[in-house]
Nanobody, 122 residues
Framework: QVQLVESGGGLVQAGGSLRLSCAAS????????MAWYRQAPGKQRELVAT???????NYADSVKGRFTISRDNAKNTVYLQMDSLKPEDTAVYYC????????????????WGQGTQVTVSS
């Protein structure tokens, strides 16, 4: 069973920084894209950033120049470095990963983490 576990959320003042981590565990053969999403109260979940297995990245316009997504393929871990945080960045942040795992036979997976709260005070 593949699991994603996020960590690193918390409370920070506007202008501050946080680094989120998301580690995938289980009988994983390979992970394709990894991504961070966020969901603010009363709003739909939105894509924040994605990274492919080769390191190609993509960002939402609202976070470009402030957030950096990276990954350690050896550790099946994705990171989100968040700088110059704004109150509007307040949300629950979720990681997502899709790839191939094995349990008697190989299968594709597309899993979400449980979410980590990020709160930015003004």
């Amino acid at each position: 069973q593949v699991q994603l576990v996020e960590s690193g959320g918390g409370l920070v003042q506007a202008g501050g920084s946080l680094r989120l981590s998301c580690a995938a565990s289980g009988t994983i053969v390979s992970i394709n894209a990894m991504a961070w999403y966020r969901q603010a109260p009363g709003k739909q979940r939105e894509l924040v950033a994605t990274i492919t297995s080769r390191g190609a990245t993509n960002y939402a316009d609202s976070v470009k120049g402030r957030f950096t997504i990276s990954r350690d393929n050896a550790k099946n871990t994705v990171y989100l470095q968040m700088d110059s945080l704004k109150p509007e960045d307040t949300a629950v942040y979720y990681c997502n990963a899709d790839g191939v795992a094995v349990n008697h036979r190989s299968y594709r997976f597309d899993h979400w983490g449980q979410g980590t709260q990020v709160t930015v005070s003004s």
